[in-house]
């Protein structure tokens, strides 16, 4: 056997193993065969959260975090490595945005909040990527992904009171391509607005390195 057939024995492993221990059916109305289905992706409740944060232009969250699909949602993506289910939050998602925004209103980069890579082997895939590239998609905005990066190892942020979030998130990201993003209006991407501590620092080092305004989108307030 060789390496790609390996990879691809081991997915599909993966999803048999997955489908037993979470069998596929909507969080909504336990329809089978789907995460979501569409009958309720359309009968989400939207909770809009606006703001204004300090290196952050404009926060924008479409929904709250106690929407029982959302949190549902959330968590089987990001803790049970379910990857199927990124692209109906995705679709949730721009549903939302879509009423709040219009497609050619402005032009912006596409960047998701990076994870460490670290992390991203033990997870397998990025869920704040999954969501930046079904919004990049519905605006027309390219998304980058190379552009920032996680150079240091945190401990998770969930459970961490607000200012040790601050301190266990300082330094954590650099931008490794300035000219990408120089003057540029960047919307970052992750999946739960919490305390921004996270995504604060993002802006931060992305405004340190000469980047426009910058906007961060996320499915849900926490
Ligand atoms: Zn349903």
Known sequence: MNFSEAVRYLSILKKFILDILFPVE?????????WICSSCQDKMKMDIFVARGVFLDKIIAPYSYDEKIIKQGIHLFKYKFVEDIGR???KIFVNGLEKLIKKNDFEAI?????LHKKRLLER????AEILASCVG???SWGVETNVLSR????????????EERMNNI???????????????KIVLIDDVFTTGATMEECAKVLKEAGAGEIWGFTLAKG
């Open 137 to 139: 998609n519905f605006f």
């Open 26 to 34: 909507c969080l909504g109305c336990g329809k089978e065969k789907e």
């Open 124 to 127: 397998g895939f990025n869920q």
């Open 151 to 162: 150079s240091r190892f945190t401990v998770p942020q969930v459970g961490l009171p607000k």
């Open 170 to 184: 300082k330094e954590a990201f650099e931008v490794l391509d300035k000219n990408k993003i120089f003057n540029k």
């Open 110 to 114: 596409v960047i998701p909040v990076p």
């Open 88 to 90: 109906d939050l995705g």
